[in-house]
């Protein structure tokens, strides 16, 4: 599975978008890019995924470059709730449903 | 449906004892797994099961076992426990690894401290 690269961390103010990058350079054509958060030591949050198109769902965007060698998450009206790690994982379907998690990026949310 | 549960939620091991954790899951998922998450780190997949009677080696199985005898529970055990193994542990199970059933459900988490 390829290796993603996400800030450490990030603050947004609350009501705004928050924009979350992940760069996947290394990623392959089978591979898809998913995003979970986890929210104070809780199990992690599956959140959206997407192979190459742009995909909306009620809890966030995924825009992914046309290269696929990058995307982005956008939550778009961020709340205090949205204070939580966020996991971008790259994973090719037929790999028995391994996920591999890095260290993400601890989001902050500003009143 | 309760989802993914896990027992106990916290446990305190000696060095050397041993001890099972428990996964459960009521949504008729075929995938379930063990992942382990140390303090301030990602977590990191220990075991993997795709289906009743198979098992798979994550990225750090050393210490631990695994059996899968049914679809719902898939237990965590700890033969001999270590203090590098004192961590969080969760479970989680997902429907298929197929495109649009393969998002992952994950327990509460089981806090585990070894002395």
């Known amino acids: 599975d390829a290796k993603t690269t996400q800030p450490t961390s990030m603050d947004c103010a609350e009501g705004r978008a928050a924009n979350l990058p992940c760069n996947h350079s290394?990623?392959?054509?089978?591979?898809?890019v998913y995003w979970y958060r986890q929210i104070h030591s809780q199990g992690p949050q599956y959140i959206i995924h997407?192979?190459?198109n742009n995909e909306t769902n009620e809890m966030a965007s995924l825009i992914i470059t046309e290269d696929r060698k990058s995307s982005t998450l956008i939550l778009p009206h961020a709340t205090l709730r949205d204070t939580a790690v966020y996991y971008c994982?790259?994973?090719?379907?037929?790999?028995?449903?391994?996920?591999?998690f890095g260290t993400g990026t601890s989001l902050t949310v500003i009143p | 449906n309760a989802g993914v549960t896990q027992t106990p939620k916290f446990q305190v091991l000696k060095t050397g004892q041993s001890m099972t954790l428990q996964c459960a899951q009521d949504?008729?998922?075929?995938?379930m797994s063990w992942y382990r998450q140390d303090p301030g780190m990602g977590l990191r997949l220990i075991h993997y099961?795709?289906?009743?009677?198979?098992?798979d080696q994550g990225e750090v199985p050393n210490g631990y076992n695994v059996s899968r005898s049914t679809t719902e529970d898939f237990p965590l055990r700890l033969l001999s426990a270590a203090p590098s193994q004192t961590s969080v542990y969760f479970c989680?199970?997902?429907?298929?690894?197929?495109?649009?059933?393969?998002?992952?459900?994950f327990g509460p988490g089981t806090r585990l401290t070894v002395l």
């Open positions: 099961s795709v289906g009743a009677g198979i098992t």
């Open positions: 997407g192979l190459k």
């Open positions: 949504m008729n998922h075929e995938y």
């Open positions: 989680a199970s997902s429907y298929s690894w197929v495109r649009g059933t393969d998002t992952q459900y």
């Open positions: 290394t990623i392959s054509g089978n591979e898809y």
């Open positions: 994982i790259v994973r090719a379907s037929n790999t028995g449903n391994q996920f591999y």
